[in-house]
Each structure stands twice: as C-alpha cells, then as structure tokens.
C-alpha cells in the first residue's frame, strides 16, 4: 500500500480523532485539523501532535484564507494531497420553529459551505495529476429528517446533493468522491447538544414536548444493548481509501441502529438515479 497524504477535519474528537490515529498507524501522512490549537484544544493538539505521521494544522473551516493557507502549506511541502475527509461538523437539536436564522446559518456555514470550501481548494491538484479521493461525512438524517432533528438534517441533505453530484461529475476526471453515513454513535458531539436559540415558541409544542426525552432514552438504550463502537466510522474511511480508483461506492452506512433503512434507501435511490443519469444523455459519467 503506498503511502497516501491525507487532510483530516474534525479531529479534536469523536470520528477525526479516530481516524486521524487509524490512518496514521498505517503509515500515511495526516494533516489534521482543528481550531484554537493554543486554546482550548491545545491539549488535544499537543497529544496529536506526539503520534508519528501526524502534523496538526490550526485552521478556522469557515474562514476561506485559513482554508486556502492550510491547503497550499500542505501541497507545498507534500506536493499533492491524496485524500481528503470533510469530517467536521456541528449540531442543533429541538423543534424546527425554534431556530433562528443566524441558527441555521451557522450549521450551513460549518456542514455545508466549510467542506465546499475545502473541496474546492484540493479539486485543482487532484483533477491536474487524475488522482484523487474525497470522502465526506454526513449521516443518516442526511438521508431521512427525522423529528427535532430537522434543521440539523437539512444541513446533511445539503451536503448529500452537493456530495452525489460530484461523485458523478469527477469520476471521469479520476477523482473519487464517497459519502460516509454514521449513525448514532456515543461521541463528544452526541454529548454536547445544543438547541435552537428561540426558545419562545416552544410552549407551543407542549403537546410533544415529552418525544425528545423518549428518544433520548431509546438511543440511550440502544448504546447499552448494541454498544456501537465510534471506530467502526474510522474503518470505514480506511477501507475507502484502500480500494482501487473508481471502484469506491457513493454511499457507506455504518449504522447499527437504523443502517438496515438507509441502505435500503440508498439501493433503492440509487437503480432510479442512475436510470434518471442515462435518460438524460450521460451514461458515460457511470464508468
């Protein structure tokens, strides 16, 4: 296996943190990132930092200068960046009126526009040497928009569309585009929730003011009796970046719970979406 240059978002915790350390002990290079590396992760920063094969890298994702700094240092010093996992990502929870605009925005700005971002700043190295993989993370309610979880699942509907396009669009340039679903996993992300800011309307939903608390305990229940394993996501971008060009799928669910669903989903989905490829001219972008 040749040794890969890999930029990683997300990786104070949770998932990034895993595969930060996965894809390290295989021996690439990783670059992984987070925000107020001096700060409050400087203690995440400085022990990632000790693990061989990885540098650290102090970037603000919804700061397009910090974004673009941090690609050309890695480039210049590397010559290439292989593979890059769009694997930040922020959540609010609560009923959907509760939300505010700047709410929505800022779940926009760090699941959506940061990524895009990002992918625009790797896309022109890739597509000039026809080499080239990115996996974004998204989730099962990118898929399904589940119940006071709505705004935070229009955000990773957003990132699926943008997502499944570029499969298509720049696989015949010889670069691979994959999504990755998780489910509900016990990370440092499902510990802090946060909610929407206008907490005024929420009187008005009294009459299910109880479901988010049973859904609480029946996830809870869930992480008792399947005990799902975070690593299992770092696996699974691994694996995506052992296979071959071009033999990469779009979407991976790794999802003990409600997998069995979204992958029917997707299968589903999928046969008409490429159907809908063909009706319209384009069979060659299914090579």
Do not use: C
Not at 166 to 185: K, N, T
Not at 273 to 285: P, R, S, T
């Amino acid at each position: 296996m040749s040794k890969k240059i890999v930029l990683i978002t997300g990786t104070n915790s949770g998932f990034g943190w895993l595969t930060a350390n996965t894809v390290a002990s295989l021996g690439h290079q990783v670059y992984a990132t987070m925000r107020d590396t001096e700060g409050k992760n400087a203690e995440k920063a400085n022990e990632l930092s000790k693990v061989k094969n990885i540098i650290v890298l102090d970037v603000n994702l919804t700061d397009e200068t910090s974004v673009k700094n941090a690609v050309e240092r890695i480039i210049a010093k590397e010559g290439t960046i292989d593979v890059l996992v769009n694997n930040a990502g922020f959540s609010r929870n609560g009923v959907a009126e509760s939300f505010t605009k700047e709410d929505l925005q800022e779940m926009l700005d760090i699941n959506l526009i940061a990524p895009w971002s990002l992918i625009k700043a790797v896309l022109p190295s890739m597509r000039e040497k026809s080499e080239g993989l990115i996996i974004n993370i998204t989730s099962g309610f990118g898929r399904f928009g589940f119940p006071f979880a709505a705004m935070y699942s229009s955000s990773k509907f957003a990132f699926e569309g943008l997502s499944e396009g570029l499969h298509y669009e720049l696989r015949p340039l010889g670069v691979d585009v994959a999504i990755v679903q998780p489910g509900a996993f016990p990370t440092e992300m499902s510990q802090k929730l946060a909610f929407g800011s206008d907490s005024s309307v929420n009187e008005g939903y009294s009459a299910i003011a109880d479901f988010p608390n049973k859904m609480g305990a029946a996830v809870g229940q869930m992480f008792e009796t399947l005990k799902p394993n975070p690593q299992d996501v770092a696996d699974a971008i691994v694996g995506l970046i052992d296979l071959p060009k071009g033999q990469r799928p779009l979407r991976t669910v790794v999802d003990p719970f409600t997998g069995a669903f979204v992958k029917a989903a997707n299968d589903a989905v999928k046969a008409e979406y490429e159907q809908g490829i063909v009706e319209f001219g384009m069979k060659d972008l299914l090579i």
